[in-house]
């Protein structure tokens, strides 16, 4: 049998700490290893497998798609990119009228600070403690932890950061060089931690007020994980821009920046050569079809509920906090989380951390109860 841990060791870059797991199938909240063992998948590919792995639908638009048209260059007009965007300009805040199609997340994010600063003049950006946008030199730039940024430096300048949810750091922030204030409204990879109300409509307000670009980092918590379509509808949020991805193709890559009217961007400024492919909006497409038809908010709600239900946190000791919304889940423990991490593999459950002491969990929105009862099962048994 070939040692595809041993390959993928030799040829590879050794960016991320890999689990002892070779993943070659999935069906579901499921995944199978070379040998057929059976894995609960409750890191959806990090929040990107929301329909769980091959969703019927999902397979049928992309082998359909791949007979007709894989490929097509933003230098003509498609079918499918122009049904996508009027999609998501359908099904985001009224304030987003247009978008920009792009292959990731961290692509969004630049596409988002480049839009920001041609459209205010402005060079300088605000953003969160804790915050994470992504690896690209302008994301990185924009994202708070030391670990991240320290190897890169000198980084891009003009971007500070602010403690999420203080409302008078924020302000003191902001100032007349400011071209746009980001945050998570969930701050995935640091730790789950949600926005609180009255910060976002201060947010909102007080970028209105100076002249800065509301950017919301949609990236993880859009397409239904919250338990609503966008985090921005559990708050009314209308954003100047909006950066999504992960959950979007169902597992295909492909992202995108929303924008406002107001922002105008001028021909030749900025551009992507895979961005907009045929293939990736046609399953853009399909998966948008099935959250919508198979109203997977509401389910991520009602699941999210359940799981916190069954976990009952009260009556674990090493439990210091369960934050969550939707189905996206965060067990702060009193102790660091790798133990816990490679525990939950050897009972066959993928899960992730959530900064150094945070289990992070975003099971596929399809996931089933008894699936759920079998993972917090597990959690009872090592939290305890």
């Not at 060089?177 to 640091?190: C, D, H, K, R, S």
């Not at 239900?309 to 067990?331: H, T």
């Not at 991490?341 to 899960?351: F, G, P």
């Amino acid at each position: 049998m070939t040692d595809y841990r041993a390959l993928e060791q030799q040829y590879g870059l050794p960016l991320l700490p890999k689990r002892d797991l070779v993943a070659v199938r999935g069906q579901g909240a499921l995944l199978y290893d070379e040998n057929g063992d059976e894995y609960i998948d409750f890191a959806a590919g990090i929040a990107v497998a929301s329909l769980g792995h091959s969703h019927p639908k999902l397979v049928a638009a992309i082998q359909r798609q791949a007979e007709i048209l894989i490929t097509c260059p933003n230098i003509m007009y498609n079918d499918r990119r122009s049904e996508l965007l009027k999609q998501l300009v359908e099904i985001t805040p009224a304030s987003l009228t247009r978008a920009y199609l792009c292959n990731s997340g961290a692509e969004s994010i630049e596409a988002a600070l480049k839009f920001a600063r041609l459209h205010t003049g402005r060079s300088n950006f605000v953003t969160a403690m804790r915050g994470f946008h992504g690896r690209t030199m302008g994301a990185v730039s924009a994202t708070y932890t030391p670990k991240y940024r320290a190897a890169f430096e000198p980084l891009i300048p003009g971007f500070s950061y602010v403690p999420f949810n203080k409302i008078d750091k924020l302000e003191a922030a902001v100032d007349d060089n400011t071209a746009a204030v980001m945050f998570e409204l969930v701050q995935g990879e640091g730790g789950v931690n949600p926005a609180q109300a009255d910060y976002v409509a201060a947010a909102r307000e007080l970028c209105s007020d100076r002249g800065a670009l509301l950017i919301i980092d949609e990236i993880q918590t859009g397409f239904c994980r919250t338990g609503k379509f966008f985090a921005c509808d559990h708050f009314g949020l209308e954003p100047d821009m909006m950066c999504v991805a992960k959950a979007m193709g169902g597992g295909v890559p492909i992202g995108a920046t929303l924008l406002n009217a107001e922002i105008q961007v001028e021909t030749g400024l900025h551009g992507t050569t895979f961005g907009g492919n045929a293939l990736a909006c046609a399953a853009a497409l399909a998966a948008i079809d099935v959250y919508q038809s198979d109203n997977l908010a509401a389910r991520a709600a009602e699941m999210g509920d359940y799981f916190e239900q069954q976990l009952n946190v009260a009556d674990l000791s090493q439990v210091r906090a369960l934050r969550r919304l939707g189905l996206m889940i965060g067990i702060e423990l009193k102790q660091k989380v790798q133990d816990k991490l490679a525990q939950l593999l050897e009972h066959r459950i993928v899960a992730l951390p959530a900064g150094p002491n945070v289990i992070r969990m975003l099971p596929p929105l399809i996931v089933e109860k008894e699936q759920i009862d079998r993972v917090t099962a597990v959690l009872r048994e090592l939290l305890a």
